[in-house]
């Protein structure tokens, strides 16, 4: 590591002790810009780093609640407002029981540069709270929101923050929590995204982030002149966003032979198409945060307590949680002869895991570029909202095609540019930066 980037680690650990899923993702961003702040003393000059790994604005706050049994619990809610140099704060809420100050400052801090790169007007937030929603009933969880949302809401606004889903938090909290915004405030505002289609939602939404991350690995592929079809895909994770990539790959002519979930993983050499892409929604509704059961329904193998990476694949699509694929599974990947890495999950690979893909001939990823389609259909929601409009599922998909396709291009432009050809981690981190760097420039010293 270089001086200057170990001097400026020291000061961020010691500003932010213990906070190290947000130390990893500064330290991964800021050694690729080094290079940039060479060339552009006028970042330097502005402080401009130094501005942006400090959040404009930190929420903490109590979350009362009533279990079913009548007893009082009490959760832990947040929101981080990033940064707001390009657009109102966005990004998601992570409800889960590892929530803390540094896994959504982390969130937070990356969300800045992946909405960044969409090209659409939105700042980078992220927000949540340490309630597990395993074992809870519908109505625990609509007083949580309830709750929840009965703080957040003076904070968030359609010009504002505007909060959308992540682990824990699909369509039916977004339901609950838009309820009780539009209760207190008496306006019905496009304040959430990943809304119901009846009530100012996106098409596509759901599957958003999915077809993303496989849209963003065709691209990948393609400069190697392959493609999806005849590919044998591993995926990890179960919810939303493992749904949404199974939906493309099967789409593009791929097979998915994996799913994981905290219990282990399934494989299913057959493929996972039809009804067993529509049981995943039910594995996901059952609030048991197992795959498990897949196996029983299908005659499968399950293989408790691993990782799907030691599974032979061409492509490696990380959909679960951060630090999911360490320096053994990135070992294995490249030992069974993997293509392609995509990232659906936001930091799913380990520093090691990362620095072994980077020093190897395998395409990959980051999270920042290639999950970056769920909040760019976000943004298209914000829009529909706005225009008091709603777009065919057609329309919202070739938007989404063409932002994935633009990200992949700036990722390429900006690694090129900085000498680091096909270097996708430092060409997003490169990318996203310049044009938030360049607005904060512009707005002055705020
Ligand atoms: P969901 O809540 O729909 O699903 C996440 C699932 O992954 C949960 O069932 C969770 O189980 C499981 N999981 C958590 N840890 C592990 C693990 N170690 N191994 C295997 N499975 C695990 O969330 P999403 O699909 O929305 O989010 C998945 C990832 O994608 C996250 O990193 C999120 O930040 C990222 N992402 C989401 C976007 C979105 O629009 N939803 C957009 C961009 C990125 P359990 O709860 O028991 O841990
Ligand atoms: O990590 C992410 O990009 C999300 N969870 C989606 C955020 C959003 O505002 O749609």
């Given at each position: 590591m270089s001086t200057a980037l170990t001097d400026f680690m020291q000061e961020v650990k010691t500003k932010s002790p213990g906070e190290s899923e947000f130390h990893q993702a500064v330290e991964e961003v800021v050694e690729s810009l080094l290079p940039v702040l060479d060339k552009h003393p006028e970042y330097r000059k502005a402080k401009i780093v130094e501005r942006l790994v400090e959040p404009e604005r930190v929420i903490m706050f109590r979350v009362p609640w009533t279990a079913d049994n009548g007893d009082v619990r009490v959760n832990r809610g947040y929101r981080i407002e990033f940064n707001s140099a390009i657009g109102p704060y966005k990004g998601g809420l992570r409800f889960h029981p590892s929530v803390t100050l540094s896994i959504l400052k982390f969130l937070g801090f990356e969300q800045i540069?992946?909405?960044?790169?969409?090209?659409?007007?939105?700042?980078?937030?992220?927000?949540g709270s340490d309630f597990d929603p395993k074992f809870k009933s519908k109505n625990e969880i609509m007083r949580f929101c309830q709750s929840y949302m009965s703080e957040l809401f003076r904070h968030i606004g359609p010009n504002t923050d505007v909060p959308a889903g992540d682990i824990g938090?699909?369509?039916?909290?977004?339901?609950?929590?838009?309820?009780?915004?539009?209760?207190?405030?008496?306006?019905?505002?496009?304040v959430l995204t990943g809304k119901g289609l009846t009530w100012g939602g996106s098409l596509i939404r759901p599957e958003a982030t999915g077809f993303g991350v496989v849209y963003f690995a065709s691209e990948m592929l393609n400069t190697r002149g392959e493609s999806l079809e005849g590919k044998t895909v591993a995926v990890s994770g179960f919810g939303n966003v493992?749904?949404?990539?199974?939906?493309?790959?099967?789409?593009?002519?791929?097979?998915v032979v994996t799913l994981s979930g905290p219990d282990g993983y399934i494989h299913d050499a057959d493929g996972i198409t039809g009804d067993k892409v529509e049981y995943m929604l039910e594995l996901r509704a059952s609030n048991q945060d197992i795959v498990e059961p897949y196996a029983e329904q299908f005659g499968v193998e399950f293989v408790p307590n691993k990782h799907p990476w030691e599974v032979?694949?061409?492509?490696?699509?990380?959909?679960?949680?951060?630090?999911?694929?360490?320096?053994?599974?990135?070992?294995?990947?490249?030992?069974?002869?993997?293509?392609?890495?995509?990232?659906?999950?936001?930091?799913?690979?380990?520093?090691?895991?990362?620095?072994?893909?980077?020093?190897?001939?395998?395409?990959?990823?980051?999270?920042?570029?290639?999950?970056?389609?769920g909040v760019a259909v976000?943004?298209?929601?914000?829009?529909q909202n706005s225009m008091r409009m709603s777009w065919s599922r057609d329309e919202v998909d070739s938007h989404l095609h063409r932002i994935?396709?633009?990200?992949?291009?700036?990722?390429?432009?900006?690694?090129?540019?900085?000498?680091?050809?096909s270097n996708y981690v430092a060409g997003a981190n490169i990318a996203g930066f310049t044009k938030v760097a360049d607005a904060m420039l512009a707005q002055g010293v705020v």
């Open positions: 540069f992946k909405n960044s790169l969409t090209t659409l007007p939105m700042g980078g937030g992220k927000g938090v699909g369509g039916q909290e977004i339901g609950f929590m838009f309820g009780q915004y539009k209760k207190l405030r008496n306006s019905f505002d496009g493992a749904w949404g990539a199974v939906t493309k790959v099967n789409e593009l002519g791929g097979k032979k694949c061409d492509i490696a699509l990380p959909c679960a949680t951060q630090n999911e694929l360490n320096g053994e599974d990135a070992q294995n990947l490249l030992d069974n002869g993997c293509l392609c890495v995509s990232e659906g999950a936001n930091m799913p690979t380990t520093p090691d895991a990362a620095r072994l893909f980077l020093d190897s001939e395998i395409l990959y990823g980051p999270a920042k570029a290639a999950n970056a389609g976000s943004g298209l929601e914000m829009s994935m396709k633009n990200i992949h291009q700036s990722c390429l432009d900006a690694a090129e540019k900085y000498g680091l050809p």
